[in-house]
């Protein structure tokens, strides 16, 4: 099982970016796929999820109606656009897999991550 993330990047605030995650060696819509992110000396937070057999979506309340998860089952990706950017959205973005179709805001609940893309929005 491996995911890997690209589209990181710096941006100013108000700007966009697009992260994608490639998973393999899974069936893709079996699983449910979460990115979270992490600033240095603080915890590993949740940011959004999306459980692939039936496209149900879920958002930490901060980035609600700014960003959007997606999956292309064709492609075995899962995307997180992000819009309208702000300073605290600066972090390194990890996508992460869990078999089934439960999304948990824990990153305890994912066994299988990427290694995690860095997004900076200056101000």
């Known amino acids: 099982v491996q995911l890997v993330e690209s589209g990181g990047g710096l941006v100013e605030a108000g700007g966009s970016l697009r992260l994608s995650c490639v998973a393999s060696?899974?069936?893709?819509?079996?699983?449910?796929i979460g990115w979270f992110r992490q600033t240095p000396g603080k915890e590993r937070d949740w940011v959004s999820c999306i459980v692939l057999s039936d496209g149900t979506t879920h958002y930490r309340d901060s980035v609600k109606g700014r960003f959007t998860i997606s999956s292309d089952d064709f492609k075995n990706t899962v995307h997180l656009e992000m819009n309208s950017l702000k300073p605290e959205d600066t972090a390194v973005y990890y996508c992460?897999?869990?078999?089934?179709?439960?999304?948990?805001?824990?990153?305890?609940?994912?066994?299988?991550w990427g290694q995690g893309t860095q997004v900076t929005v200056s101000s």
């Open positions: 992460a897999a869990r078999g089934g179709r439960l999304c948990y805001s824990s990153r305890h609940y994912f066994p299988t």
């Open positions: 060696g899974f069936t893709f819509e079996q699983y449910t």
